[in-house]
């Protein structure tokens, strides 16, 4: 007989990964009673299934109603879309403030002081550069612990919603190109707003375009 100790599987460095409910063991009934008693008062269906709580989907459906369970159980409440907005009003202005310390430095800002002589090369490397650097600010706080500054000083986070887990790299990427990458094109502030607006209005996750790309939701941290 082996004497070696069982192995288990390394615990999961992940905080805020949802972990799967424990079952409780399986009680025999007490008194010998019959299966078929009626049941006391309050304790559920004669047949073990218990009604469903708060008016929830009787057939185990999340807030969308297709029958699957709700990916938010166990998570904290979804982040309030004003708050997201505040605090992406900061990292704009955080690396805004970056950005325009890098145009000057290497002359790419985006006008001439004479109207007439717009660079528009200068231009879109200004706007190049902007998407460039949200893209990979997001992306790094983002995969590094579900915050930006704007979020961690707000008290939110982005998880992934299948599992409540900081989103990977690869997922943090997606999420920010969606939101960032039209910076190098036109109409970035329009896009902007359209992208994270999309939360004031989705239901029942409250997800920007960029989210729904991604997988992702923001919960309060």
């Not at 929830?56 to 166990?74: Q, S």
């Not at 599992?163 to 902007?192: E, H, K, N, Q």
């Amino acid at each position: 007989m082996s004497t070696e100790p069982p192995q288990y599987p390394p615990p999961d460095d992940d905080p805020f990964k949802k972990q799967p409910p424990q079952q409780p063991p399986h009680q025999p009934p007490q008194g010998g009673g019959s299966p078929y008693d009626t049941p006391p008062p309050g304790s559920g269906s004669p047949y073990g299934t218990p009604p469903p709580p708060y008016g929830g989907d009787p057939y185990g459906g999340g807030p969308g109603g297709h029958g699957g369970p709700d990916p938010l159980a166990g998570m904290p409440p979804l982040a309030d879309s004003g708050k997201r907005v505040l605090a992406r009003i900061i990292d704009m202005i955080l690396v805004g403030i970056v950005v325009g310390l890098l145009t000057w430095l290497f002359g790419t800002s985006e006008y001439d002081i004479d109207p007439d002589k717009v660079n528009t090369g200068k231009s879109f490397g200004q706007s190049l550069l902007a998407a460039v650097l949200y893209i990979a600010y997001d992306t790094f706080m983002i995969s590094k612990t579900g915050q930006t500054l704007g979020k961690k000083w707000l008290g939110m986070r982005v998880a992934n919603l299948n599992d409540g887990a900081t989103p990977t790299m690869s997922t943090a990427l997606a999420r920010a190109a969606v939101l960032w990458l039209p910076f190098a094109f036109c109409c970035a502030c329009i896009w902007t707003a359209i992208c994270g607006g999309w939360s004031f209005f989705d239901k029942p996750y409250k997800q920007g375009l960029h989210d729904k790309a991604a997988k992702t939701v923001v919960v309060s941290a």
